[in-house]
Structure formats: C-alpha cells, structure tokens
C-alpha cells in the first residue's frame, strides 16, 4: 500500500492515485473541505465511468461522489498526465471529468471557470480525511436521506 501523507517543513502532501499507479497527483496542505456530492450530473457521471471496464467504483454507498476540494494552485500531476481523458456529460457541459484511461479511475472533476479543483476521494487511500458536509442533497436517494451523521445543504 503506498503512502498517503508525508510533510516538507510544516506542508502537508496527499498523493491520489488511479487503481493501476500510471497516474499519481499530489496535493499541497490541508483541502478546503472534504464533500460529497449528490446532484444528477455526478450521480449520472459517476454510473457512466463504473460502467467503464474495469473501472473502480466512484459513487458511494448512498449514491454520493466524495471529493477533496483544493484550490488548483495547490494540485500537481506528477506522473502520467498522458493517461488523462477527459469526459464530459454533453459537449457543452461547464464542468468535466478527468478519467485515467489506463484503468479508467475517476481522478477529478475540473469547472470551466472555477479556480478549485475536486478530487475523487475514492482515489486516495483510507486515510484520506472523512466527508465533512454534504451537497445537493435534494437529488439524493430518499432512502438515505433519514440515517446521517452529517447536515445536508
């Protein structure tokens, strides 16, 4: 198992890696939250990339797509930028997903004009921090809505 967390001075690194270790992104200190989405588009892309072969899973178990959110400054890519692909739900679409085709793992999700970059959870190793709030609740599966530890939003 490779390791999540390590420190230069006093800044800590998170390394977030596709299923086959092709592609490995690093983040710079702590994320400005840790969240899990429940609107349609991530709900509707994350069915689409498990449908992929061999894909990993991206939902969670409540229909939820965890996501550490760092400012994009803070993000590096640094190995396999080559296996990234991107998916977009319309060709329109603000907002798009980044796939490492290698394994076809949900790497991250990208906004056309935000200055953020949300990286799937899932792709981090167990230590990774803990859901912290959810979003979009309103599209959220009525049968979780009951059992929460968390405040919806």
């Known amino acids: 198992m490779r390791k999540s967390r390590w420190t230069i001075g ?38 689409h990339i498990e449908q992929l072969p061999s894909s990993p899973t991206v939902l969670d178990a409540d229909g939820g797509t965890s996501y550490l959110l760092y400012r994009r400054d803070r993000i590096a890519c640094t190995k396999g930028s080559e296996h990234l692909q991107e998916l977009r739900l319309t060709p329109d679409s603000p907002t798009r997903r980044m796939v490492a085709c290698c394994c076809n793992s ?48």
């Not at 899990?36 to 588009?41: A, G, P, R, V």
């Open 10 to 47: 006093s800044l800590q690194i998170l390394t977030d890696g596709c299923a086959c270790g092709h592609v490995i992104f690093e983040a710079r200190g702590a994320p400005i939250v840790c969240a899990s989405c429940y609107c349609n588009s991530c709900q509707t892309a994350g069915r």
């Open 106 to 153: 949900a790497m991250l999700l990208e906004f056309t004009k935000g200055h953020w970059l949300p990286l799937y959870r899932r792709r981090f190793p167990s230590d990774a921090p803990p859901v912290e709030m959810r979003v979009m609740t309103r599209d959220r599966c009525a049968a979780f809505r009951r059992h929460s530890q968390l405040q919806d939003t």
